[in-house]
Nanobody, 125 residues
Framework: QVQLVESGGGLVQAGGSLRLSCAVS????????MGWFRQAPGKEREFVAAIRWRGGSTSHADSVKGRFTISGDTAKNTMYLQMNNLKPEDTAVYYC??????????????????WGQGTQVTVSS
């Protein structure tokens, strides 16, 4: 069994920064891909970023490139999402996810088989 627990969400003004954390427990993730997704009210869950746990390769959605950075600390079994220059359109519930099937980074949410409970990020204008 795998548990993913997000933290670090909150309310911030436009232009501000937040760092989200995702603590992983239950299994080792040396060969997994992990990702961040977000879901705004009335919208589908969308890909934000992914990281290959072994090697550290990353991928970011175009909408967040240059502002968000995904990273991981294998010793702490924790993944992070550093979010800078936040915009009101970044407001959403942010979820961390793990893909235990293939070590291929993908934006397809159906490939991820473990999910956290989500953390709210609200950006005021």
């Amino acid at each position: 069994q795998v548990q993913l627990v997000e933290s670090g969400g909150g309310l911030v003004q436009a232009g501000g920064s937040l760092r989200l954390s995702c603590a992983v427990s239950g299994r080792t993730f040396s060969s997994y891909v992990m990702g961040w997704f977000r879901q705004a009210p009335g919208k589908e869950r969308e890909f934000v970023a992914a990281i290959r746990w072994r090697g550290g390769s990353t991928s970011h959605a175009d909408s967040v490139k240059g502002r968000f950075t995904i990273s991981g600390d294998t010793a702490k079994n924790t993944m992070y999402l550093q979010m800078n220059n936040l915009k009101p359109e970044d407001t959403a519930v942010y979820y961390c996810a793990a893909d235990s099937t293939l070590p291929i980074m993908t934006a397809d949410k159906s490939s991820y088989d473990y999910w956290g409970q989500g953390t709210q990020v609200t950006v005021s204008s």
